[in-house]
């Protein structure tokens, strides 16, 4: 079975680009979420969607950031204008039965932002 | 502020030593998951307990659930070098409208 795939899996580029990350969940699950990993604040849930609504997006840093999920297997996650403080690995999971059941990662994202 | 704690945050073992890990929450859970991200890798779901005491075995992990489903506890027995890698809790907590609430995680490092 496929997995959570997510894309790119490596992305440098430099400040105040526009950065767009890439995630299509494993089929049938209708929650997904977008976590972001730094080695100074660990793992940490920006958002997340239950059949393709945002249900709680309190997790993400600003306005620069933004989510969405066109239909049940394509998220996105846009950061515009990058900065460098947004250098970090950027995971995408999906589940089904509740947002408290066992999540599956995708590889992540890992993003540069020079 | 974080709900869930885990301590140790840093575990040096010797191969073959055994090891525990913990992870605590200021309120009741109601389940506790462990997963495991090796280096370079992507957290990958080990186990799920929900019953108040709960153990539970996987080869050389026992997993184990707190009477008040406020700790949860992974002791390795054994340890080997596949060991390494960080280890997080989570847990649904009372009043985190059913999402997760991962801990900082327990950086394992194996010395041959």
């Known amino acids: 079975d496929a997995g959570v795939i997510q894309s790119p899996r490596h992305e440098v580029t430099e400040m105040g680009q526009e950065v767009t990350l890439r995630c299509k969940p494993i089929?049938?699950?209708?929650?997904l979420f977008w976590y972001r990993q730094t080695m100074m604040r660990g793992l940490e849930l920006l958002i997340y969607f239950n059949n393709n609504v945002p249900i709680d997006d309190s997790g993400m840093p600003e306005d620069r950031f933004s989510a969405k999920m066109p239909n049940a297997s394509f998220s996105t996650l846009k950061i515009q204008p990058s900065e460098p403080r947004d250098s970090a690995v950027y995971f995408c999971a999906s589940t089904t039965g509740g947002p408290h059941q066992p999540q599956h990662f995708g590889d992540g994202t890992r993003l540069s932002i020079l | 502020g974080q709900q869930v704690m885990q301590i140790p945050q840093y575990q040096h073992v010797q191969e073959g030593e055994d090891f525990t890990t913990y992870c605590n929450s200021s309120?009741?859970?109601?389940?506790i998951q462990w997963y495991k991200q090796r280096p370079g890798g992507h957290p990958v779901f080990l186990i799920q307990?929900?019953?108040?005491?709960e153990v539970k075995k996987q080869k050389r992990l026992t997993f184990q659930f707190g009477e008040a489903k406020k700790n949860s506890s992974l002791h390795i027995t054994a340890t080997q070098t596949t060991d390494v890698g960080t280890y997080f809790c989570a847990g649904r907590t009372t009043d985190s409208w059913g999402k997760l609430q991962f801990g900082a995680g327990t950086q394992v490092v194996v010395t041959p």
């Open positions: 307990l929900v019953k108040s005491g």
């Open positions: 309120t009741t859970l109601s389940n």
């Open positions: 089929s049938g699950h209708d929650y």
